[in-house]
Structure formats: C-alpha cells, structure tokens
C-alpha cells in the first residue's frame, strides 16, 4: 500500500503540476458560479474548492480526481441559504460530511450498482440544464453589451483551441475571461462584474466554528440539507470514479472515496466553505492535460487559492459576462448530446428512465430525487420483462382423467397474477398435478399464489398434487452468500 | 491450476540481471527437478504523452479521450509484449541449450507483486533480480519493486545480486530464532532446491555468545534430521557488521534468512533488517516467508 502511495503521488510528477495548475485556472470561474447559485459570496465556493481539493488529494480514494464546489451541491443550499444564512450552510456542510463518512464505514457506495447507465446519463443532462437555467438570472433585463460579450467569450472558449501553437498552451476559458475583462475595462462598458456579486477572498481561510446554536432545533434545520447534500455528493463523486477508472484503465477505492468526502466536506465547512463534491467535466480535463496522480489534485487546490487570494483586485473587475460564457461551456460540455440521438434507438425503457430522471431533476432541482426515481422506474420496467420469463404448459391424460400443469420460469409479485390466469378452473376434472420443478418462486406473492390457485382447484373438487416445490421455493431464501459460488447457482438456475 | 505441480518462476524484464537470472533459475530448476516457468510482466505507465490543455469541456469528452487513450495504451501494450517475447525466447533458448525440458513462457499485464500475487498457487519458488530494467547502471541500490514483490507472496524467493553467474557453493544462514527465520531453517532442512548440493554454513549473532550458541544448537538439531551437512558458528556484536565479515571471510555465495518478519509500518520507523542485509552483502539472497 505504501509503495502504491508513493506511486499514486509521485508516479507523475511533470504532467500532474500542469494538469493542476490547468484545472486550478477552470476551477476559479466555476467556483465562482457555483457560490452564486447557491446564494453565498464568491469567497464561500472559492474557499471550499481549495480545501475540498487539498483534502481529497490526501484522503480521496481516486488518484487524479478533481474535487470542488459544485453545481450538484450548490442547487441543494439554496433555500437553506436563503432563510437560514451562512452559518447555517456551514454547519449543514460539516453534517453532511459526517454523513458521508458514516456511509463509508456502511459500504453505502455497493449501491452504485443500481445505477444504470440510463440514470447517470440522465443525471449529467439535468446538471447541465440547471447549470444553464442558473446562468439565465445574468441575461435577463441586462443591456445587449452582455449579450455581445458572452457570445464574444463563448466564440474564444470554442475557436481559440484552434489558434496554431498557443491554442493548445493557454486555456481557452482563461483567454476567454482575460480578453472580455481588458475589453470592458479599456471600453468603461458598464456591465456586472464579478465584485458585485459579494466579497473575494483577501486573506487565507481561517478556521471558524459555525456560528450557530448546538442545539437539536438547529440539527432539525440543517439535517434535511445534509442528507441531500451527502447523497448528491456521494452519487456524483463515485459516479466520477468510475469515468476516470475508465478513463485510466486503473482501480479506486470507492469506499475511502466516500470517507475522504466526507472528510473533505468537514474541513470545508471548518473554514468557511461550502459543501462539494467530485467534479466530471473537471476531472475529465484533468486527465485530459495529463493528470494521474494525487500531486494533480493538491496542485489544483493550492494554486486555486493562490491565484485568488493574490489576484482578487483583477478578479473582481472580471464581467460575469465572461464567467456566464465559461458555465454555458460547462453546460454544453456536461450534456449528452448522444442520448438525444438515442432516444430513437435506444429501448423505449432506458429513455423513459432517462427523461424521468431529468425531469424530476430540474422540477426538484434535487438530483438524489432524480436518481431515486430513475432507479425505481427502472427497477419496475426490469420486473416487467423478468415476468414475461414465466408460462404454463398443461396436458390432459384421458385414461387417468389428469391434467398436469407445468409451471416454467420465474414466479414472483410481478408475474403472480399472470401465473393464476394460466389455470382452467371451470374444468372438471378427477386429479391435478402441477409441476414446478422448472419454476422458481422468488418470493412469499409468488408462493401465495401457487397457494391460491391448489385451493380453488381442490374447490372444483379435484385432487392437487404438486412436484418439484423443494427446488422451485430454493430461491426464496434469501441467501445472498450464493452469489459467490457458481455451483450453487447451477443448482438453483440450472435448466434455464 | 492446483492440480499441476508448482514450479520455479524466473522473472525477466531484460535488464542487465536477467541473463544471470536466468542462469540461476536454469541451475535451480535443475537441482530440484521442477519445472521452470520464465515471467514477463507488462507494466503501463498510465502516462499519457499527448496531453491537451486548452482546459474546455467539449461536448463528449470523455468518449473521445477514452478512445485517444485507450489507442495510445494499445500500442504501448503491443511494443511492451513484443519487447517481452524476444527477453522470453531468449530464456527459452538458454533453459533448452541447459537440457531442461518443463519450461513454460508467460507474459501478464500488472506490476510485478499483483502478478506474483495472483500467480502464488503455482509457485514453488521465485527467482528475481535485485533490481529491474529502471535501474540499470544504477550499482548500488534495489529495485523499487523489490520489497513489493517480496511482500506479496509467501514463497521463497532467491535473489540474484551478483552480475555473472558462478554455480552457488557455499550458503551462509543466518539464524536468529525468529519465527521467519524456523521456516526458514525447516525449509533448509527438507534440502529442495539448491540447499542439498551445498556447503551450509549456520551463523548465529547475538548480544552474548551464549545466547547464539543455543541458537546454534537448536538449529544443529534441527539440521541432523534433515541430514544436511553443516558447519556452525556463533557470533556477538552488530548483526549485519559481523555477517557480512563472515561472509567475506568464508567466500559464501548465498546468504539464507527469514524475511520481512515485522509488517510494513514498523519497516518505515525502524527500518527493516531485511531491506539493510540486501543492502549492505554482495552475495545472491535466499530469502524464506
């Protein structure tokens, strides 16, 4: 573990302190965007961006992961902010980190398995429609110079990668925000700059306990906040795991992922930061500039605040024309253009889950009630095909007067009713066999059934035998241990 | 894979050492009849040399980066398994002009302890150079893998210092009564491998000479079951000063011991005895878990 310590943090020095210092330059602006979503100073997320980095780089379980303030978590404060103010989003931040590492410690993160790709693809498309609703406050009832300086930030952001040698060396965005920022400073335009949007860091975050009564009435403001916050931030943090493992070919620890959030989120909240998450469009960019270890992620953090804490004089003249410019980018770069395409080709199942997760999303603005529903509606659409997987064959013997039925496939409270309707009970007849060795009930619905169905036969007045029981009720137990051993599961499945 | 009989495993990766690791290998496999498998293990760098930083998020990213690297570590991959199939054949060739004829050639992707990890079942003992294809011409110091490799299985593992080959004659163990170091000395006594053909030399260093002499005892006993024979000795003072004196002194080729008996963490504050006897004595080691 040691060794692969040392690996993770200097196993990619040069491309690590690039990546990072790209990746800090991405972060200011959207740090920024993030806290006024939330409603806060742009100094809560630009300080809970540095010490959410600087932590998960030693406490993360995903080497070259970014973590930041997010939009995820940002959208979750709102009326908490709102009604309660600051310290009451500072407490909810260290709550919600707790939270999380209590989650660790319960594996919570095994969950993820229920996240199919419909869901996630549809909780990316949300996020990037409420990181763009969250830009329209900013071009609405504005002059057309705003309008003028965020096209002219987004043609830079887009065009200047093509510029021949340096459209590879400066980021774009960053062009972006120093050419409309010299533009409205040397034309005296009179747009909204960043300044006005509430104070900019001037000194290095201090340690602060949250200014608020410990008392169970503030636990009751605060814990519905925390709960969200923690869900939204554990789903989008391991659902980023799992991109960069792709990305990497390379394994993380999901587990002390969830851990090192929450670890992260207390210090935030310590400090006077809000609380965040891991970051998909971030961490790709990281990997994307040659990014791999955890040097990458402190660097991001540390130069973050280097860059904020020296240059908040220029940084509070910068337009937020220019920084609605870098989240329109964000958001574009967020969405799945693909799924649109997909919807046509893709089973009318998997789209359903995905526009149901976007929608409930940006109704609720709550991404855990968006996940939530795409995995219930997807569960449900499972069980239905898993019904289809059942039938009954019957003969008829003339010479005994019997009639056998044979159940085949699997029986549970989805496919019960179904089960019954394959039964005659208006035939008269002496015996009736129904033989399930070949079903299989998958729970107590299933075996009411089956019960159901001998009484009204024996009703009828004939005599029911059943077959095979022993094996078919095998996968009642809930023996989750039989997962392990492939012969156990032959066993119970074999014949199928 | 647990019904076939375990075998030497030879790990390559054409630096300087592998010749005389193979070499060593082919003299072992010989001794104990075994048969002798030759490993090579592809390791990527996860590195990328192309990387972008005009810092956008496009529209899919991440499928195209995906695709970018996954062709960059294709082809990685595709010299990494050539290079290793010429290092492989090499060994091949060396094993067969020796007159062996159990041999095996395997390549697998992995640093080197996961693969030894995963390869463990069918391992009877590893042979590994002290350091790899990153440190060659680097004298003094191991491989960075070393430890790691060590480490990860519970094999005996021989590993080749010297940078040509002698045929082993003289095995120096040194005997503390650790509990590594009894499985070491059972291991001396059932006399696989190389330890029946040689000249076995038990050394004792303690803090006073009776103490060692117990040791040295103890292990004698042990030993005459085993029918090895031995020559004793037993020492005070530093330990490491007076094995290596013992060492030069008595031309011994091999030093045998128990390794790695503490855990990690007390590695890192104390310093392991084992990682500062690789050190410090120039000799091949034999190295018992």
């Avoid at chain 2, 390791?43 to 529209?59: L, Q």
């Avoid at chain 2, 491998?193 to 076995?200: A, D, G």
């Amino acid at each position: 573990m040691l060794l692969s310590a040392k690996h993770d943090w200097l196993g990619n020095i040069r491309g690590d302190i690039l990546a990072g210092i790209v990746v800090a330059l991405a972060l200011v602006p959207e740090a920024i965007a993030f806290s006024i979503i939330a409603g806060v100073d742009p100094k809560v997320g630009l300080y809970a961006s540095f010490a959410i980095a600087v932590m998960i780089a030693v406490v993360g379980g995903r080497a070259g992961m970014i973590s930041a303030a997010t939009a995820a978590t940002a959208l979750l404060m709102v009326t908490l902010v709102k009604d309660h103010g600051l310290q009451y989003l500072l407490a909810a931040t260290v709550v919600a980190g707790i939270l999380q590492i209590v989650a660790g410690y319960l594996n919570l993160h095994k969950f993820m398995s229920f996240i199919s790709k419909s869901v996630m693809t549809g909780f990316l498309n949300a996020l990037a429609i409420l990181i763009f609703m969250a830009q329209l406050p900013e071009l609405t009832n504005v002059t057309w110079h705003v309008y003028a300086l965020t096209a002219m930030g987004l043609g830079i952001i887009y065009l200047f990668p093509y510029v021949p040698k340096i459209g590879q060396l400066l980021p774009s965005p960053l062009v972006n925000i120093i050419v409309v920022t010299l533009v409205v400073y040397y034309m005296g335009i009179d747009v909204r700059t960043i300044g006005d949007m509430g104070e900019l860091p001037d000194t290095l975050p201090i340690f602060l306990w949250p200014d608020v009564p410990l008392n169970l009435e503030t636990l009751s403001i605060v814990l519905p906040y925390s709960i969200s916050i923690a869900i939204v931030g554990l789903l989008e943090s391991l659902m980023t795991a799992n991109v960069i493992d792709e990305l990497t070919d390379t394994e993380s620890d999901k587990k002390r992922e969830c851990k090192g959030q929450g670890i992260a989120n207390i210090g935030s909240g310590l400090i006077g930061g809000m609380a965040g998450c891991a970051m998909i469009g971030q961490s790709i960019i990281n990997v994307k500039s040659g990014g791999r270890g955890r040097l990458s992620t402190l660097v991001a953090g540390t130069f973050l605040l280097i860059l904020v804490v020296f240059l908040n004089d220029i940084l509070s003249i910068v337009p937020m024309a220019a920084l609605v410019a870098v989240m329109i980018m964000v958001s574009i770069g967020t969405f799945n253009w693909n799924s649109l395409k997909e919807l046509k080709t893709n089973p009318t199942s998997a789209s359903a889950v995905m526009v149901a997760t976007v929608i409930v999303v940006v109704w609720t603005h709550n991404l855990a009630f968006g996940v939530f529903t795409g995995i219930l509606i997807g569960s449900l659409f499972m069980a239905q095909r898993l019904s289809q997987f059942m039938y009954v064959e019957s003969a008829y013997d003339d010479g005994t007067d019997t009639r056998t039925y044979q159940v085949v496939g699997q029986v549970f409270f989805n496919s019960s009713d179904k089960f019954i309707g394959f039964f005659d009970f208006k035939e008269a007849v002496d015996k009736i066999v129904i033989d399930v060795h070949r079903a299989h009930f998958w729970d107590i619905t299933g075996v009411a059934a089956l019960d159901k169905v001998v009484i009204k036969l024996r009703r009828e007045g004939a005599d029911v035998s059943i077959i095979g029981l022993n094996e078919a009720s095998e996968t009642l137990l809930d023996k989750f241990a039989v997962h392990d051993k492939p012969e156990e599961i032959e066993k119970i499945m074999g014949g199928h | 894979m647990t019904t076939s009989t375990k075998c030497l495993l030879a790990c390559i990766d054409g630096s300087d050492l592998s010749n005389v690791v193979i070499e060593h290998a082919i003299w072992l496999a010989k001794n104990s009849q075994s048969p002798v498998k030759f490993l090579h293990t592809i390791e990527h760098s996860h590195r990328t040399e192309n990387a972008h930083h005009e810092g956008t998020i496009t529209p899919n990213m991440k499928e195209h980066l995906l695709d970018e690297l996954s062709d960059e570590e294709r082809s990685e991959s595709k010299q990494l398994i050539a290079e290793g199939k010429v290092i492989l054949n090499n060994a091949q060739k060396m094993a067969e002009q020796a007159g062996l004829t159990d041999i095996i050639a395997k390549q697998r992707h992995g640093t080197l302890p996961e693969t030894l990890a995963d390869l463990e079942d069918e391992i009877a003992m590893v042979v590994l150079g002290s350091k790899g294809e990153d440190h060659d011409g680097n004298r003094k110091g191991l491989g960075s893998q070393l430890e790691g490799a060590i480490r990860a299985i519970h094999s005996p593992v021989f590993i080749v210092k010297s940078t040509a080959f002698s045929e082993p004659k003289k095995l120096m163990f040194a005997y503390n009564g650790s509990p590594t170091s009894k499985i070491a000395l059972e291991f001396i006594k059932r006399g696989t491998f190389c330890t029946q053909s040689l000249e076995v030399h038990v050394v004792s260093v303690q803090k006073n000479l009776a103490d060692a002499e117990q040791l040295i005892e103890e292990a004698k006993a042990v030993l005459a079951e085993g029918n090895i024979n031995i020559t004793t000795k037993a020492l005070t003072g530093d330990t490491i000063d007076e094995l290596t004196a013992y060492q030069q002194q008595n031309n011994i080729d091999t030093t045998a011991m128990g390794a790695f008996s503490h855990g990690k963490v007390h590695g890192l504050i104390f310093g392991s005895f084992t990682t500062r006897m690789l050190l410090e004595c120039s000799t091949n080691f034999l190295l018992i878990r």
